[in-house]
């Protein structure tokens, strides 16, 4: 542990020039004392340290001096691909490993490349998850993470909408996507999908698998969000926007929100263009247009017309009856139809969750 932790300080000073004894104490996670310590041990082993007093004093290599024992653990090598995304390598227990590696990294590169490298992780930096979303609590993941680099069978205890079930898996992959883990995995004799943080409890089992030949997890990943896309979208819906309406529905649906407005109508006399918006199920499609206010308007199908229509009668009835009052059935048949789909489509699923 000693040997590691002094080829990481000879790296830190290499790499970023004057550090003081707290600076380096903060970055090894030990104490002041230990920092000198360890700073005379390498002056021992002839790495020529020179120590700097005064306010603006510290540590520092002596001019000109590089080392190139930068050797990569598998660990650190293996933690590489997640160079650009420190938070989910720290949730995956990587954090450390991955710091090792970047510095032995930029040790190892000409002088010229390590400036530019550290250039672009000061000017750069990618933030995975969505905004105004906690992220999911992951107790499960770095034991889910450590069977699927291990190929260990796992004993899990998943809670799915229906309730949950107990299931023995294999790992064969992680995905993270939009601040979301996602577990590929065999069970069953089926390539399925969880999300890591329904996992209840995981117990490994010590039993080893074989990954089936030519799995590939980008491949299934891409082909399993077209299946929920084309799942999820059963229809098109035809709108009416104002100029502000064109603004939002980008923001509202995304992807298919910008494509609708690329391909809008030449605008009328208002600024209103027609434009067709490919949408989930009626009633979901219903909630999620309402999110459109004044700015946009229904032209079909028909029954879509009608089903916004109700919505908007139900909600001018409740402000009109007062707070607290009961509603027209009406309402309750809306919320009972919108129960029922959500309960089909979870809005948070993926196909072969479960």
Known sequence: MRADRLLTLLLLLQN?????????????EVSVRTVYRDVEALGAAGVPVRTERGPRGGFRLVEGYRTRLTGLTDAEAGSLVLAGLPGPAGELGLGAVLASAQ??????????L??????VRE???LDAPAWFRDADPVPHLAAVARAVWERRVLRTRYARWRGEVRREVRPLGLVLKGGIWYLIALA???????????????????????RPAGFDLAAYWTESSRRLEAALRQGT???????RGRKLLPMQFGAAGAWAVARAGPPDADGWVE???????????????????????????????????E?????????????HEAGPHEADRYEADRYEQDRKFPRNSQPGTC
């Open 237 to 243: 819906a035809r709108l009416r926007l104002s100029p």
């Open 114 to 119: 390590a400036e530019q490298a550290r250039r």
């Open 188 to 210: 069953d004799d089926a390539v399925r999908t969880y999300r890591v943080s329904r996992f209840q409890e995981v117990e490994e089992t010590g039993e080893e698998f074989v």
């Open 103 to 112: 510095l032995k990294v930029e040790a190892a590169l000409p002088e010229g």
């Open 275 to 309: 434009v067709e918006l490919p949408v989930e199920s009626e009633a979901v499609a219903t909630g999620d247009l309402l999110r459109l206010g004044v700015e946009a308007e229904v032209l079909g199908p028909p029954g879509l017309r009608r089903a916004v229509a």
């Open 123 to 125: 000017r750069f930096h």
């Open 16 to 28: 970023r020039g004057r550090m003081t004894a707290p600076q380096l104490a903060a970055e090894l």
């Open 311 to 323: 919505a908007v009668a139900v909600l001018a009835d409740r402000y009109e009856a007062g707070p």
